[in-house]
């Protein structure tokens, strides 16, 4: 019989066990995880703009007096401090909140000022905690001004042995200064960094017009100013649009500037000039949360896959200071599209996603738009204005209080004196006699004998004068709204002067400006243009040589092998593969191996069927027609501009029925205007080129009637010029029927017997 243990109290364990359906125990639990990871970690408070862990690194920076001022202290004794009296997590993650918050390339105005490694902008890790050392900036203390003056609630840590502030009071708009990235349970925050003036201006105007329009808040606040610079090439209509909801997408570039160019126009454009004719252009700005080796990488991989062809090099110079330069391939490269092929290929033009999602002060999640983020950060700041104000009339009704009480000390000294001297129980007496209250003549009890002097007297006087002044002022703060307004705005103008666009912080460094329309990006305006010679082997061996060598020429083939094609292209030219299965491949002629060995098997870059063959191969021309016809007798015309394929698989242009195969596949000189059609019967039919259909893809129609086999040949020609053909043996022979009309018929005749000296192939060339 299995024996169940009981506790100290007697109880039976399995009395504790709730049945409970398990999804429904699984998604409270989850729900309640959920929102301690929303609230608690991973959004930002709308009021200091800080999460948890943030909040707890600086002010036990705080508690150890590692203001600007004083000395460094290692980062080691921070992080101690944080996980074991405020933050209860990893010291890994503590400690890289804290570097995140020293990094200058991280944030736009750094809260903690780092000695020692604390990483750079080339994505190396700061030094292990126990190297470096840290203090707070004077924009930290700015942000945790007012705590030691009741102006926001102290909760308990979570052990209960120390007291830590809700948020921080500070008047610095941390959360739009500063920005905030974070992924909660089922949501997420992205908030770029801004300029304070900008946010400044932008609150003054809500403060004076609570209805102002948002368009005219815009004019103010421009947009983002990230950290590391760069710009924000978006019209003003979309920046404000992603402003006006909370979620949009904006795109951020690096900068191109050579700031050691002669010309003015050179330095904005990034152009330094070397002397005859070459240049460089020059990176001096990476997109915010890019890292330049990265970056540089990128650059690099591109030039090695051949996708920036235009590019020779790219050299990282940079000190202190970016300095990214990019070496072209030739002095005739355009930079412009240079530049563009940058952003297109690498990060140097990133996107982020803006999303103003931010806990409100009842710590309510909410996606909230630029108006509405300022009328709440205002709204907490008069909240906090008003406890500051009130703590304050409580210190000074308290003063007050004592003062009155030494006044009357003084003006009844002698009595006071012999009461104290001669009396049991001097504070009762005193308090009956001169009706003080406790703290009164407490204080008077514990004055000191060098404070009795008549000077004394006369500096309660005026204390308690210029008590009653405050007092009076801060009652009428309290008591009116505008009077609250107008401190606010009187506050917000001496930030703004700290942080003012003269200063070395303040200056805005990323520009917004709308991007001029993009050069037309291709990979064939990348290619250096050049002459080269396309030779195809029967069995698939491709190479090109360079220039336009004689097509008569005799080339190397591996032992076996025979020519199948040769032709003159040039090296921004795309051939067209056409393989007697229908399929259409596509391969740039700059591609194509050198003609030094016997090239590389096509297949190997083309996936081409083993049991097809290339039936032509044709340069691209745009809107240039190709006569396609099949061995059932049936063809149509197309042009290249359809055949192309963007992949390695080709592109089905004709549809075969069963064994047949494609016969046919030949470019249609202008000027043309008949097609001649010969079967495998001897039979010879020619048709006038309108008649011919235009597809893009399909089997087309009936070309030439057969009773037996198929087709065996297609061209067209100028009717008045006659058909040609060549004549066979040795030379480039070749005969003219000009006096065809007894062969032209209708599109789909079974036709008749070709002229006199025919080949005997079939074929017309």
């Known amino acids: ?34 929102l301690s990871t929303i609230t ?55 400690y890289d909140a804290m570097v995140r918050l020293a990094q200058d390339f991280a944030l736009r105005y750094p809260l903690v000022e780092g000695q020692g490694n604390f990483g750079n902008i080339d994505g190396d890790n700061a030094a292990a905690y126990r190297y470096t050392e840290a203090r707070l900036t004077k924009t930290a203390l700015r942000l945790m001004e007012g705590l030691d003056e009741g102006t926001v609630d102290f909760i308990p840590t979570y052990n209960g042995e ?21 992924i909660a349970v089922g949501m997420a925050t992205n908030i770029p960094s801004h300029n304070v003036a900008e946010i400044v201006d932008a609150t003054l105007e809500v403060i004076d017009n609570p209805h102002v329009e948002h368009a005219r808040l815009m004019e103010l606040f421009k947009g983002p100013d990230f950290a590391t610079g760069g710009v924000v090439p978006e019209s003003a209509e979309t920046i404000a649009a992603a402003y006006e909801t909370g979620r949009g997408s904006l795109r951020v570039r690096g900068r191109f500037h050579a700031a050691e160019a002669d010309k003015a126009e050179d330095r904005e454009a990034g152009i330094e000039r070397l002397g005859g004719g070459q240049w460089q252009l020059v990176i001096s700005e990476i997109p915010y949360q890019v890292q330049k080796g990265k970056l540089i990488e990128q650059i690099a991989q591109a030039i090695a896959d051949k996708k920036l ?25 355009d930079p412009e599209l240079l530049k563009e092929s940058i952003y297109k290929l690498t990060d140097m033009e990133t996107r982020f996603g803006l999303n103003l999602n931010v806990l409100d002060a009842s710590r309510t999640p909410m996606v909230m738009g630029l108006k509405e983020l300022l009328n709440n950060w205002i709204a907490s700041q008069i909240d906090i204005l008003q406890r500051r104000s009130q703590h304050r009339l409580d210190q000074i009704a308290r003063r007050l209080e004592l003062v009155e009480g030494y006044i009357i000390a003084f003006l009844n000294l002698d009595r006071v004196i012999e009461i104290i001297r001669y009396e049991d129980d001097p504070k009762a007496v005193m308090m009956e006699e001169f009706k003080l209250t406790d703290r009164q003549a407490e204080a008077i009890l514990n004055m000191r004998l060098r404070s009795l002097r008549k000077l004394e007297e006369m500096q309660l006087r005026q204390e308690k004068d210029d008590l009653l002044k405050e007092q009076d002022e801060l009652e009428k703060l309290l008591g009116s709204p ?67 060598l004689p097509l008569d020429q005799e080339f190397k083939y591996k032992e076996g092998d025979a020519p199948a094609f040769v032709l003159h292209a040039q090296t921004t030219d795309k051939l067209l593969l056409v393989g007697d299965d229908g399929r259409v491949f596509t391969l740039g002629a700059d591609k194509l191996p050198g003609a030094r060995g016997f090239g590389e098997p096509v297949r190997n870059t083309l996936d081409i069927e083993a049991s097809a063959q290339i039936v032509s191969v044709i340069v691209h021309r745009e809107g240039q027609e190709v006569l396609l016809a099949a061995s059932t007798g049936k063809g149509f015309a197309a042009t290249t501009d359809s ?30 205007d008949h097609v001649a059609v010969v079967g495998d019967n001897r039979k010879l039919v020619v048709f006038h080129l309108e008649e011919l259909p235009r597809l893009a893809k399909g089997q087309g129609n009936k070309l030439q009637g057969y009773r037996d086999g198929g087709l065996s040949d297609a061209t067209t020609f100028t009717l008045a010029e006659g058909l ?23 599109r789909g005749g079974a036709g008749r017997l070709p002229p006199q000296g025919f080949p005997r192939d079939n074929r017309f060339t």
């Open 1 to 34: 019989m299995a024996i169940t243990e009981m506790d100290d109290s007697g109880a039976d364990p399995f009395d504790a066990i709730v049945d409970a359906p398990f999804d429904s125990a699984l998604s409270e639990r989850y729900l309640v995880y959920a």
């Open 40 to 94: 608690a970690r991973s959004l930002p408070d709308l009021r200091d703009g800080l999460k948890p862990v943030h909040r707890r690194l600086l002010w036990a920076m705080r508690q150890l007096k590692l203001d600007p001022s004083s000395a460094f202290k290692k980062s080691a004794r921070v992080v101690g401090d944080v996980i074991g009296k405020y933050h209860p997590h990893g010291d890994a993650s503590v």
């Open 162 to 182: 120390e007291q830590e502030p809700e948020i921080f009071p500070g008047l610095f708009p941390n959360l739009l200064a500063n920005g905030a990235s974070g």
């Open 309 to 333: 062809p235009i590019l020779e090099d790219v050299r990282d110079e940079s000190d202190e200071q970016i300095r990214i330069v990019l070496v072209p391939r030739s002095r005739n490269v």
């Open 482 to 548: 505008a009077r609250q307004r107008t401190r606010l705005k009187r506050d917000l103008n001496a930030l703004r002067k700290e942080y003012g666009e003269d200063t070395a912080l303040g200056r805005r460094r990323t520009t917004i400006e709308e991007a001029a329309p993009a050069v037309e990006f291709s990979m064939d305006a990348m290619i250096e243009k050049e002459p080269v010679t396309v030779i195809l082997s029967q069995k698939g061996w491709i190479r090109g040589a360079k220039g336009h």
């Open 643 to 672: 055949m192309l394929a963007e992949t390695r698989k080709g592109r089905q242009v004709v549809n075969l029925p069963g064994d047949a195969k494609l016969k046919v596949a030949r470019p249609i000189p202008a000027g043309h």
């Open 724 to 746: 040609s053909w060549a004549m066979g043996g040795k030379g480039d022979r070749t005969r003219t029927e000009t006096d065809m009309w007894q062969w032209k018929v209708a």
